[in-house]
């Protein structure tokens, strides 16, 4: 028997814990998939130098180096990713913010992308409103370095699905009479499902028939940075009524 007088004490004690509960669950499974992301470049690693230590061929022994470079680069693109998941989720509790020009800090990014998207054979551009192909001017208040990861893993996923032959289009566009700044980035790649969207913002998520090799967190990093920015994260098909349907990934930024 509980008192009338501490029944609403009790209450939120047990919902305290249930979340609490459910936080440290939480946080249990991404450490398992970050030990599991981590493990299979790393068991990589140690195979191909214990070949590359018995072979004696020149050719051989450079393809297992090549091979090691390759599991190098995937396990550094992991924990490069898990330092910016873990940096967004911290900074988020006090972000530090700035006056920015986003058209700006996208076309930067984008500039930097390019070496990438020729490596894999991807026609990255960027797309303006208006009748010349001068960027606008964004002007809003956020975080330069978080923003510039947030777009550099949304560039990075469209570049990773597109393929070769494939199209990337990044746009920062104003709606005049709202004032919201939105970020789009778009791709004629195989798209998402309706039905996995809200998913892939999950950390280590990755969308069924996925053959693109990644760690499942380029999503996850972008939707938590626009939620230390008060935005919101909208999927859709690119092209609807295409074969590949292609993702449209939208980042809407609150005015100020």
């Known amino acids: ?82 330092l910016a998941l873990a940096r967004a989720e911290t900074t988020g509790r006090s972000l530090p913010t700035t006056e920015l020009d986003l058209a700006q800090l996208v076309t930067e990014v984008v500039q930097d992308s390019v070496p ?16 010349d192909d001068t960027p606008p001017v964004c002007m809003m208040d956020g975080n330069p370095t978080l923003l510039k990861e947030m777009t550099r893993n949304l560039v990075d996923n469209a570049i990773n699905y ?16 709202s004032g919201v700044h939105v970020l789009q980035v778009e791709d004629n790649g195989p798209g998402i499902p309706a039905s996995e969207r809200e998913l892939v913002l999950q950390p280590f998520y990755r969308a069924l028939g996925t053959n693109v090799d990644g760690s499942g967190l380029g999503l996850a990093i972008v939707h938590e940075i626009a939620q230390q920015h008060n935005a919101l994260v909208q999927m859709e098909d690119a092209h609807p009524h295409a074969t590949a349907r292609g993702l449209r990934v939208s980042v809407r930024f609150r005015p100020r």
């Open 1 to 82: 028997f509980i008192p009338q007088e501490v029944a609403p004490l009790v209450s939120s004690i047990n919902d305290l814990l249930t979340r609490l509960k459910a936080s440290l669950n939480t946080q249990r499974r991404f450490l398992a998939d970050a030990a599991h992301q981590l493990k299979t470049p790393l068991a990589g690693l140690r195979m191909q130098a214990e070949l590359a230590q018995r072979e004696g061929n020149a050719d051989d022994i450079r393809g297992s180096l090549q091979q090691i470079a390759r599991s190098s680069t995937r396990a550094t693109h992991t924990v490069n990713q898990l």
């Open 116 to 131: 990438r998207a020729l490596e894999h054979g991807v026609d990255l551009g960027l797309g303006h409103e208006g009748p």
């Open 162 to 177: 597109s393929g070769v032959g494939g199209i990337v289009t990044v746009r920062v566009l104003t709606d005049r009479f």
